[in-house]
């Protein structure tokens, strides 16, 4: 691991400047509005079921579709008990939780479906439509910077995730971009359990010709870019031969385009390390996709097998609607073995057709499991089975490496890790991160279809739960609690 990326870990105080403060006032909008370019405005007469979903992709579907993953779904105002001057704030809530409910990560598309011309736009949350960024056949520009790897004529969308770097450094500083990856990896997972249920293919590309997707969208890559390209399909995906490409080559086909947007900030300002991380990582020509995951972890010996899980595969739609961030309303409860099992079983299977074979594991400390002694275990998805690496209740100590006690996990049965090697070759991080995000938003889902809460931590001490688990080659991604949940009071405003 570089110096950056251990800090990020391990030791945050050396990557954030003492005398860091965050100016509320001049805090980017969570969303990016661009202005003076022609809008498509999409239906607001969402479906209250996935079980009727219109399978056929249309320019409704496709709203439908794009505000399920990352649209404004509730206005939602609270009042905190711990603030000392209780001042109830409103917020604008999603279907995806994001770190410090910032967004970073932005969605835009290559649109071919009937009623609106075929282009390249972006989905402007604020106002739930597409804002035509330019209009054209691309289907040879992006097929190349994907190095042929399907055939994006046969494509009815494909869907780029950026990341905007303002939008969370400005609060998070360079912390900020371990929350990049694990954000754009949460819509990402959203996004694919929406293909899910609206039947469509899809494959997830870490990899690409950087500079070619970024000048097609006319983004300024010193301050967004492209983390994830998701082509939507009909129908099975056809790979295409494939060659070697450049991105310069791809960049010379596309004339440029001048756009204009707003993110509320008038000062914007610099971050550095976090433009060297993602100019390092670009790729330039095709000859240089790796193979990304590859290193296999050891099987579990001597483990357990886990009683069968429940299958998750109908309408997860009240999941989805039900799904937030318990904070401190978690109770206490008990966890029958079988719950665990499915968490576990939904979370790890079905892994995404993606570039990247995921050598991500799932482990937990658990508390107060029907059957199951208190402790520390590991979980191999392969055999569904379950080792007991450290006999205890951990939950005082797991309290005590939070970084903000705005979690009380003495009140938490569940809390799960997600594991990772801990050598990351230049682009892997920032493609584990977003795996581990794929795989967050899988837990969420289950553990609110389970009618659990869950809740995503990226405030912990890495090196305290490690050695719970006596990890050395490894490490903890993110911590989530699961459990029971007595939701506080709030003011509620559904926007369906
Ligand atoms: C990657 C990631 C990291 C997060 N880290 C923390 C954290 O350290 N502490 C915390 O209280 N919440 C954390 N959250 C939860 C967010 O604050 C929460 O998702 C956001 O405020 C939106 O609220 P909601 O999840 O209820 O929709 C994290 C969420 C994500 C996706």
């Given at each position: 691991m570089n110096d950056f990326l251990y800090n990020l870990h391990y030791d945050i105080e050396r990557e954030s400047p003492p005398d860091w403060e965050v100016d509320w006032d001049d805090a980017p909008l969570p969303y990016k509005l661009y202005r003076n370019l022609p809008v498509v405005p999409l239906s607001s007469?969402?479906?209250?079921?996935?079980?009727?979903?219109?399978?056929?992709?249309?320019l409704e579907n496709l709203g439908h579709f794009l505000w399920f993953t990352y649209g404004l779904n509730q206005v939602s105002q609270g009042m905190n008990?711990?603030?000392?001057?209780p001042e109830p704030s409103p917020s604008l809530r999603r279907f995806v939780p994001s770190g410090g409910g910032l967004y970073p990560n932005e969605i835009y598309l290559y649109v071919k479906v009937e009623g609106v011309s075929q282009g390249i736009y972006h989905y402007d949350v604020a106002h739930h439509r597409l804002v035509c960024l330019r209009e054209g056949n691309y289907d040879d520009s992006i097929q190349k910077a994907l190095c042929?790897?399907?055939?994006?004529?046969?494509?009815f969308a494909t869907v780029f995730i950026s990341t905007m770097f303002w939008k969370n450094f400005f609060k998070y500083n360079n912390f900020s971009y371990r929350l990049q990856g694990l954000d754009a990896g949460v819509a990402i997972g959203q996004l694919l359990e929406m293909s899910k249920q609206y039947g469509y293919e899809t494959n997830v590309f870490y990899q690409f010709l950087d500079q070619a997707l970024n000048h097609l969208l006319g983004l300024d890559d010193q301050e967004e870019t492209i983390y994830a390209v998701i082509p939507l399909f009909e129908k099975t995906i056809r790979i295409q031969e494939t060659k070697i490409y450049t991105a310069e080559t791809v960049i010379r086909s596309i004339p440029a385009i001048q756009t204009d947007h707003y993110i509320h900030s008038q000062k914007v300002l610099d971050f550095p390390k976090i433009r060297h991380m993602n100019n390092a990582v670009k790729?330039?020509?095709?000859?240089?996709f790796s193979e990304i995951g590859k290193s296999k972890r050891k099987l579990i010996q001597g483990g357990f097998l886990l009683p069968n899980g429940e299958s998750l595969?109908?309408?997860l739609m009240e999941a989805f609607r039900r799904r937030f961030s318990p904070g401190m309303d978690f109770t206490m409860g008990r966890i029958p073995l079988s719950q665990l099992s499915t968490l576990l079983q939904h979370t790890m299977?079905?892994?995404?057709?993606?570039d990247c074979s995921s050598s991500l594991a799932i482990a937990g400390c658990f508390?107060?499991?029907?059957?199951l002694p208190d402790g520390a275990y590991e979980y191999d998805h392969c055999t569904h089975t379950f080792r007991l690496l450290k006999k205890g209740d951990f939950r005082l100590q797991l309290q005590s490496g939070m970084?903000?006690?705005?979690?009380?996990?003495?009140?938490?049965p569940l809390c799960f890790h997600i594991i990772s090697t801990k050598e990351f070759r230049k682009r892997e991080y920032r493609i584990l991160q977003m795996e581990a995000g794929r795989l967050l938003q899988r837990l969420l889902t289950a553990a609110s279809a389970l009618r659990l809460g869950g809740h995503p931590l990226l405030g912990f001490d890495v090196k305290l739960c490690d050695d719970i688990y006596s990890y050395r080659g490894e490490t903890c991604l993110i911590q989530v609690p699961v459990g029971p949940v007595q939701p506080r009071v709030a003011l509620r405003g559904s926007l369906f």
């Open positions: 007469e969402v479906p209250l079921t996935f079980e009727k979903v219109e399978r056929k992709p249309t008990p711990f603030d000392e001057a042929g790897r399907c055939d994006v004529g046969d494509c790729i330039e020509s095709t000859e240089q595969s109908g309408d299977s079905a892994p995404a057709k993606s508390y107060n499991v029907e059957g970084t903000a006690h705005n979690v009380n996990l003495y009140q938490v």
